[in-house]
């Protein structure tokens, strides 16, 4: 009788239990569509668990938040509070076991207020999402990816994944990684971007930018404005194509390469403990020898420049190198 009891058991748990766990989920589907009026709203917040996101900016009038899922069911849905001034929009219960999902918000063009999308664990997708007055998307743990925004301020944060941009335009730009590569095309306004773990790259930059990262390299292609950049481990290398402001280049190991217009006066200060100072114009500075460690210097007439701006270069461990463009 006993065995006959425990071959039920496991015939039941094998049936019931086990495909709860070690079943694959099926392809999402469409299973929900909430359609909000976000006329009077001031905010936006859309918050998930493990569900991807992808955003798009559409041409009506409502914002319309669309739902697939590997398993239906009404708790799954979203839970909405609309009210005024804010709009939320949470994930509903998950199930057990394997499954699968992922959002689609489209935000309609007359929409101008604040937007905050979070996911908890998985990936946020957006195409070209332009005049809100904030843009906040953030993850714990999955990339982030955006290929256009222009906002009053623009926030992207991402604990453990990489992020990659195309064409950004805010007064205020924040992007940080604790661990992953960041990556833009292009970007304007008041810039920062950091990353504890990964690599920095960016195509073409406007504004004052500042740029940090524990362990990898920093490159710029082009930049005008100001620049501040610091790689604890990592090489920095930057092409400022129009220099509107100071200039700060620091490294704990690595080499710093700097190209600046050949007309262009400043003041130089460079650095480096072990490596040598590279420049087009060591007669005009104060010790001009290749293989010296420190060197200062006013370049093309800089000191009869009340508005000259200063380049201050230091690496530890590294060389630094200085070239026209």
Do not use: H
């Amino acid at each position: 009788m006993k065995v006959k009891f425990f071959s039920f058991f496991l015939i039941l748990f094998a049936v019931c239990v086990l495909p709860l766990f070690c079943g694959g989920a099926s392809e999402p589907v469409l299973v929900n569509t909430e359609t909000i009026d976000p006329a009077r709203a001031g905010s936006v917040s859309v918050v998930y668990g493990a569900d991807d996101i992808e955003l798009f900016q559409g041409d009506g009038e409502a914002l319309i938040v669309k739902e697939y899922m590997s398993k239906d069911s009404p708790d799954y849905y979203a839970r909405v509070n609309s009210g005024t001034p804010d709009i939320t929009i949470e994930q509903g219960r998950r199930p057990l076991g394997s499954f699968r999902s992922r959002i689609e918000v489209t935000l309609p063009r007359s929409y101008t207020g604040e937007l905050r999308i979070r996911s908890q664990s998985g990936s946020i997708r957006s195409g070209a999402v332009l005049g809100l007055s904030t843009i906040r998307l953030e993850t714990s743990s999955g990339k982030i990816q955006i290929d256009e925004a222009r906002a009053g301020s623009l926030e992207i944060t991402s604990s453990s994944g990489g992020i990659s941009a195309g064409n950004l335009s805010a007064n205020t730009i924040t992007i940080s990684s604790s661990s992953g590569k960041i990556r833009c095309d292009t970007a304007a306004g008041t810039f920062r971007a950091e990353t504890q773990s990964g690599s920095l790259s960016f195509g073409n930059l406007r504004g004052a930018v500042s740029l940090e990262t524990s362990s990898g390299v920093v490159q710029v292609d082009s930049l005008e404005g100001s620049f501040t950049a610091r790689s604890s481990s990592g090489a920095i290398r930057c092409a400022v194509s129009k220099p509107l402001g100071n200039i700060g280049m620091e490294t704990s190991s690595g080499k710093i390469q700097l190209s600046l217009p050949e007309t262009t006066a400043f003041q130089f200060n460079a650095e480096t403990s072990s490596g040598a100072i590279q420049t087009p114009f060591s007669d005009k500075l104060a010790v001009p020898f290749n293989d010296r460690k420190s060197a200062q210097g006013f370049i093309n007439g800089a000191e009869n420049s009340g508005g000259t701006f200063s380049v201050n270069i230091k690496t530890s461990s590294g060389s630094i190198t200085v070239g026209w463009l």
